[in-house]
């Protein structure tokens, strides 16, 4: 196990080190930026945990990342178009910037059947994070914005980056000219739209990592009135919306309306396997316009185009097996078996006394310990039984007294991480 990012911890933040000076300053939002990403932080606690306790059998449903083999009908499509390219009939150069036809047609099929998004909206990409900095591109510094609080990272710190927020505030943990839209037990994990004001633009993720709650229909409603009503823009993240197992949306287009008023961003990582492969894709609508009346899908398509180039050809091959028949019901399986995972750590942090929420419509249980440091949880758990989770400070000042667990992990580690949570307090 290696750190991932060392120089990303707090210890090489703003730290001068001694040697040769190029002449070219550093960039003031990046010396804005808080301490670190959270994950490579987290790397780094989890290393020196390793290097302390070598036998301890680390236990990881910290950072996120899936475990399960991917499907061999999907390898298999990715391993016969990169031997194809090997041959004068298969080989293919460049693609086309916004992906595949027949990719993009499958997407708005499978996710978007019967809510109208063409193939034409959908730009295939290499994973969510990177189109979210891709639409910060897009919209420059000089919007305002909103975020769920807690919220997955990066939207804030992609924000920070493009220069559309101020300072970190220490005594609130949050940056100036952000709103931070309290997401928490209190409200039902969504926000009170009558005391939000108005933004350019409204990150909105759902099921919401961290918490794993997926809005209902009648929320995203008022969301998207809020938004109509304020000339404001949805970025939409859906990455977790094939875990939903109720009634709620899976996509922000099933609400009526919301086409004028959204953008889609969403991924084939965590519901294929594919963190490390990589895809994923946004949907621009062509009714999304901006105050000029000029449709932001012909601004997107251009920052693609200069910025991007298109996904890899092989992984858009296994994103297309992905969609297909089997391989879709292959990939439902493993969605399942992780959720099987949620329900046990649900389980065993219930046993403790411990309130859960999420793990229901998303593979993250968001559990409370109130009054607690949500950093000091998660050290007392690390050093106790060798559980790797996340604090949920990392995700917002909403995210004090909680921490995350994630469900992916292989069966066995996730029942013996029961047992030994179960163990924790007694
Ligand atoms: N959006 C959310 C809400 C996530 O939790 C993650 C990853 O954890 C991402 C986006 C990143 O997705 P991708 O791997 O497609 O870049």
Redesign the pocket.
Known sequence: LQPKTTWNSPKFNNEKSVGHCTRVPRNVNMEKLQSGYLFPEICMREFEHSQKYPQAGLIRLGV?DTTEPIPDIITSAMAEHAHALSTVQGYRGYGAEQGNMALRKAIAETFYRDVGVKADEVFVSD??????SRLQMLMGPNVSVAVQDPS?P?YIDSSVIVGQSGMFQDENGKYENIVYMKCGRENNFFPDLSNTSRTDIIFF?SP??PTGYAASRQQLKQLVEFAKANGSIIVY?S??ATYISDESPRSIFEIPGAKEVAIE?S????FAG??GV???WTVVPEELLYLNGFPVIKDYNRIVCTCFNGASSVVQAGGLACLSKDGYRALIAVVDYYMGNAGIIADAFTSLGRKVYGGKNAPYLWVHFPGMSSWDIFSEILEKTHIVTVPGRGFGPGGEEYIRVSAFGQRERILEASRRLKNLYK
Request: aromatic share 16%; hydrophobic share 30%; charged share 15%.
């Open positions: 996120g994973g969510a994070q990177c189109d979210i997955f990066g993720c919401n990592n993240d990455a977790y961003v991924s084939f990582s965590k594919f963190t990589r895809l994923g």
